[in-house]
């Protein structure tokens, strides 16, 4: 089995997809005028603004939502295993990948605001939405639809569970050895899962909106508590960081593991991370309230940033300044290029990053990376349930046979306990399987959008030029000939109609029915 999973990985995760993510950020970057520089104030600006209303969620909460699943796992065991099998110089890679994929995330959110709909008294949006009604091809929604059922309901939520179980291990041992049908199992990992699991079939039960406010209080307090004790570390051996900065950029290219390892795994723990281009962004960007499609975009492309460029350096600066870390490359496990700790750390866990915190903080440190892994994983896993959700929504609407909500939130329980008591590399690569799968038909999805219609950079035009001129900002698809947004011309036509425009009652007016794409 494992063999068989490692085959369609290295399959779906060949040069070929890397260098797609790469081109599809540059392609982005340069039709947007590199939007996610010039617009950085912007973004910031947005971050605060919007209205929830009874349908919708505020721009913030809806970052906090997707920042939820960018923020996670991959943001502390992901670096970790991004050094440990590329060598610094895949930090440098994802970096890139960070920079490049922000004007990736707003394409693909503006895309999933743009061509939203409303149904069951609530925003609904994504790749599988914007697939069929820009391009036409409800074969392609449908496939996508499935793949991000797959990847969010059953490949991604293990990854999460198994690092929070790796931390609670590497923090209170295993405790009583108990035996299952997956092998002997700690008892401590099984309590963290017991307390997963309750907290998780409570607020999933909730929908939307709990998971929002959920989010919004978890997510911002975890992130900057983390970067916190990153930048005491940094603080404390600041005469190391001009060394580690210049490690990071001279072995992106010279790399001791190789060039292939250190840009295919920052490419790909940058991914995995930041999701830009994953479309699982545009899910959470859909449900949020605001004026023009491409507010959410810029608010979405700012994510990118919070994610890899804050939260991710924390934890590379951490390990590579205390030089907790092995880099095995591709060589046989076992075998290192660099070895600074034990042979027997685990290089796919927040191994190297506890050990980074318990060099300068005691047993405090590892104790707070598990409580921040615990977290971060539970909200991305929430995450993963909102998107496993709409897309079983969007296939509901169309199949006779229904896949029932009821069954997606039981099998995301089931593969979160088995995901925590499998090893962790056969948890990481499925994962990575599902990732590849939305990447690849998410990514080729939107390059042929821009070249049929390319309405993402339609609606960047307009609101820049909205913005220019000081007035109010609205937002007419069919002035700017966006064809099939039905959601937005709707609303138009309410807020014309109004006698005081005022957009609370046009959104809170409109009908609750899904609409179809014309």
């Not at 982005?28 to 939007?35: C, E, G, H």
């Not at 959104?507 to 794409?517: A, K, V």
Request: charge should be neutral.
């Amino acid at each position: 089995m494992e063999g068989l999973v490692t085959s369609l990985n290295n399959i779906i995760w060949s040069s070929a997809l890397v260098f797609l993510c790469l081109g599809a950020g540059l392609f982005y970057s340069v039709l947007t005028r590199f939007a996610q520089l010039r617009h950085f104030r912007e973004m910031c600006r947005l971050l605060f603004q919007g209205n929830e209303s009874e349908q919708g969620i505020s721009s913030f909460q809806a970052l906090a939502v997707s920042l939820s699943g960018r923020v996670g796992v991959g943001n502390i065991a992901g670096v970790a295993a991004a050094i440990g099998f590329g060598g610094p110089g895949a930090v440098f890679w994802m970096w890139v990948v960070a920079f490049l994929g922000a004007s990736t995330a707003y394409a693909e959110s503006t895309l999933g605001q743009l061509y939203k709909v409303e149904e069951d008294g609530q925003y609904r949006g994504g790749p599988a939405y914007y697939f069929e009604r820009c391009l036409g091809q409800r074969w392609l929604a449908v496939l996508f639809a499935l793949a991000a059922i797959v990847a969010c309901g059953m490949f991604l939520p293990g990854v999460q569970a198994n690092a929070v179980g790796n931390a609670v291990a590497q923090v209170f041992g295993e405790g009583t050895m108990v035996v299952t049908e997956f092998g002997e199992v700690g008892s401590n990992k099984l309590v963290a899962l017991a307390i997963i699991l309750m907290i998780l079939a409570f607020i999933i039960f909730g929908g939307i909106k709990r998971i929002a406010h959920f989010t919004q209080i978890v997510v911002p307090f975890m992130a900057i508590g983390y970067i916190i004790m990153a930048l005491i570390i940094i603080f404390l051996n600041l005469s190391q960081l001009p060394s580690v900065i210049g490690m990071i950029f001279s072995d992106a290219f010279t790399a001791q593991a190789g060039f292939g390892a250190a840009i295919g795994w920052g490419v790909r723990r940058g991914i995995y991370s930041n999701e830009a281009g994953q479309g699982t962004g545009p899910h959470a960007a859909s449900a949020a309230e605001v004026d023009h499609p491409a507010q959410q975009g810029l608010v979405q492309a700012f994510s990118v940033y919070v994610d890899t460029l804050f939260v991710c350096s924390a934890t590379a600066f951490m390990i590579l300044i205390t030089q907790q870390y092995n880099i095995q490359g591709t060589l046989e496990v076992g075998q290192f290029l660099v070895q600074n700790v034990d042979a027997g750390t685990e290089i796919n866990s927040a191994a190297f990053t506890q050990l980074a915190l318990f060099s300068v903080f005691g047993n405090f440190g590892p104790i707070f990376v598990g409580v921040s892994l615990f977290f971060f994983a539970f909200t991305t896993i929430l995450a993963y349930y909102y998107i496993a959700e709409t897309n079983t929504a969007y296939l509901n609407r169309y199949f006779k046979a229904r896949i029932p909500l009821a069954a997606v939130k039981f099998m995301i329980m089931f593969m979160v306990a088995y995901g925590m008591v499998n090893n962790a590399g056969f948890i990481w690569t499925i994962g990575d399987i599902g990732v590849g799968l939305m990447a690849w038909i998410n990514i080729v999805g939107i390059l042929a959008i821009y070249f049929v219609a390319g309405p993402a950079i339609t609606c960047l035009k307009d609101y820049e030029a909205q913005l220019k001129s000081g007035q109010p900002i609205t937002f007419d698809p069919r002035k700017l000939g966006i064809k099939n947004a039905t959601f937005w011309e709707r609303r138009h036509d309410k807020a014309n109609a109004s006698p005081d425009n005022s957009p609370s009652k046009e959104t809170t007016s409109s009908r609750t029915e899904p609409d179809q794409p014309r």
